[in-house]
């Protein structure tokens, strides 16, 4: 049972603008925080962003003032807005739902940023 659906990503040229969805649950949107993660070749998983129940987000150092996350409750869903995206920037992004009841993870999409 796919509890995170994720959507979006693909490949973009440096300074090009992505945006990625992940859908779930009402009852998970209801109890989760929801962050987005990157995992780089041969690097491990790192925080990209999150998004607290009530709305306050929290970004690595390296993507702030370029993406943007953001939670749609009538929608249950979270987004992340990549812009002026990097080479850097690719990596296979994860979304994930985390609270005292569970942490789950989504499928996974690659995004790719060409010089």
């Known amino acids: 049972q796919v509890q995170l659906a994720q959507s979006g990503g693909g490949s973009v040229q440096a300074g090009g603008s992505l945006r990625l969805s992940c859908a779930t649950s009402t009852i998970i949107f209801s109890i989760a925080d929801m962050g987005w993660y990157r995992q780089a070749p041969g690097k491990q998983r790192e925080l990209v962003a999150t998004i607290a129940r009530g709305g306050s987000t929290n970004y690595a150092d390296s993507v702030k003032g370029r993406f943007t996350i953001s939670r749609d409750n009538a929608k249950n869903t979270v987004y992340l807005q990549m812009n002026s995206l990097k080479p850097e920037d690719t990596a296979v992004y994860f979304c994930?739902?985390?609270?005292?009841?569970?942490?789950?993870w989504g499928q996974g999409t690659q995004v790719t940023v060409s010089s």
């Open positions: 994930n739902a985390n609270s005292t009841r569970l942490n789950t």
